[in-house]
């Protein structure tokens, strides 16, 4: 079996990292795209957490997944009332406002 292929050929004839080039693809990116990646990935985190959550304890209602897969991501102990009001468009469109004022 071959080994993987771990880096890409440049124009100048020498191997390159994919660390790198994500690097410097991500140094490109505006501040707004780089909030909208991790936005995406947070997102990703919480689905992937509440179906975890749901396979493990199939008794629990959507509430207490919520709150537990919030937990797990974020790492802290939420109360219902924040759980209620955290809505992951809400905190997007106000991370969104705090960049855009921020870049003008």
């Known amino acids: 079996m071959s080994e993987p292929v771990s880096g890409v050929w440049s124009n100048s004839g020498h191997q390159e990292s994919s660390d790198h080039i994500q690097v410097e693809l991500y140094r490109r990116q505006s501040s707004i795209r780089k909030l909208r ?3 995406e990935l947070f997102e990703l985190a ?3 957490a509440r179906v975890g959550t749901r396979w493990r304890h199939p008794d629990w209602n959507d509430e207490e997944i919520e709150k537990a897969a919030r937990q797990l991501v ?3 102990i939420l109360g219902d009332e924040e759980v209620a009001r955290m809505g992951a468009s809400d905190l997007w469109r106000e991370m969104l406002g705090r960049a855009r ?4």
């Open 37 to 39: 990646a991790v936005f």
């Open 74 to 76: 974020t790492g802290t």
């Open 46 to 48: 919480l689905h992937q």
């Open 101 to 104: 004022s921020s870049s003008d």
